[in-house]
């Protein structure tokens, strides 16, 4: 058992009825600060991920592993009259429901919002949907499909015309981000006032959210950016140069940067060159900007580079594999893993929380669990 300080949720009981990502990346996020989850699962099969691998770890996939340490596993059908009076007491008690279903699926069972309510009237209800419970209701909320219509596939690509979407399923984890924020703001309205609310996130006002600069840039002045590779539209130079060994990113912020850049590249005339002058001037020129650089940086390797620009203020690194990311996040002290112990005692080394807080980190006090692995002992809770 941790000696940790207790976690500043402590106390709050999460009933998540979330799957795949979104949800339940919000709701660990809750359970790592403290607050007592309680994943409401499916029997038999359980949250979708539970089937998504490979790869595996210790005979689970890995895929549910990364979002789901800290919690315990409820199963339930709630088609069945027991289980579903077991989660109905279950929302009574709750301080937080989370819920990704299309919109009217909780209501079918009768723990919808308006039900809820009248049930524990101080509960925080957060619905997680693709694109609202509107007039996109009906519409599937899948990562892959959002990154193409919300236009983050349309400035993501290596040309104008071959579209790329994220490396990762982006759009569930800003979205689950956005949720846990509005969780823990509904949560501070309640212990001002007693009650609680329904907070509403979906993935397609989410990811416009997060496009920062490039909807600001629409919405401010009416410009549709499109596919610059790995390119900025406002910074230069900004991109992706290939080094003697493998690619290197540089990433000049301002004129400064720019001459200590020059600098380090032995080509200190370009810093005076009218077309590269300032920023805007760059941006404006970067096609030929681009190859005067080209030159000089294939000539060392990335490591060669970072270890000579750096020094001179010049933002730059290699293009790392995760592997090499984590052992960069573990040089420098970030502490990138969070080990916690399996039911037969082997470690399980998960990614860490990223939040730092100096009175009451977060815990790793739980594995992922089994399906159903709490299943006898909540209803025992839940019934006295």
């Known amino acids: ?42 029997p038999g099969t359980g949250d979708d991920t539970r089937a998504w691998g490979p790869p595996h770890a210790q005979g689970e996939a890995t895929y549910f592993l990364s979002v789901n340490r800290n919690k315990r596993s409820l199963a339930l059908d709630l088609r069945d009259e027991r289980d579903l009076r077991t989660a109905t007491e279950l929302v009574r008690r709750a301080d937080v429901l989370f819920e990704n279903f299309r919109p009217g ?16 009237p101080g509960l925080v209800y957060c619905s997680v949907t693709g694109f609202g419970a509107g007039a996109g209701a009906a519409l599937p909320g899948y990562d892959l499909l959002v990154q193409a219509v919300g236009g983050l596939m349309s400035v993501t690509g290596p040309a104008p015309g071959q579209p790329v979407k ?44 997060s496009l920062v600069n490039q909807s600001g840039g629409y919405t401010l002045a009416g410009q549709v950016p499109g596919i610059l590779g790995n390119r900025h539209p406002s910074i230069a130079p900004y991109e992706v140069f290939p080094a003697k060994d493998r690619p290197l990113v540089v990433a000049v912020g301002n004129d400064r940067q720019f001459r200590a850049l020059c600098q380090g590249l032995d080509v200190p005339g370009l810093a005076d060159d009218p077309r590269f002058a300032t920023n805007t ?78 009175a009451t980190p977060p815990r790793y006090e739980h594995r992922p669990p089994r399906l159903g692995e709490h299943t006898e002992d909540i209803r025992t809770w839940l019934d006295s």
């Open 281 to 358: 001037d760059r941006v404006a020129h970067v096609d030929e900007l681009a190859p005067l650089l080209r030159e000089p940086l294939s000539a060392r390797t990335a490591a060669e580079w970072s270890d000579r620009l750096t020094p001179l203020g010049v933002p730059c690194g290699p293009v790392n594999d995760l592997a090499q990311a984590f052992d960069l996040a573990e040089r420098l002290g970030l502490g990138p893993r969070a080990t916690v112990t399996g039911p037969d005692g082997a470690p399980m080394d998960l990614v860490a929380n990223p939040i730092g807080l100096s």
């Open 1 to 42: 058992m941790s000696t940790a300080p207790a976690g500043p949720l402590a106390g709050v009981l999460v009933a998540d009825f979330g799957r795949v990502l979104a949800a339940p990346y919000a709701t660990m996020l809750l359970a790592d600060l403290g607050a007592d989850v309680i994943k409401v699962e499916h």
């Open 105 to 120: 699926t909780m209501d079918k069972y009768g723990l919808g919002h308006d039900r809820a309510r009248e049930l524990n």
């Open 166 to 209: 994220a490396g990762a399923a982006l759009v569930d984890v800003l979205t689950g981000l956005h949720a846990a924020i509005g969780v823990l703001a509904a949560l501070r309205h309640r212990e001002a006032t007693g009650e609680g609310q329904h907070v509403e996130v979906d993935l397609l006002s989410c990811l416009l959210s």
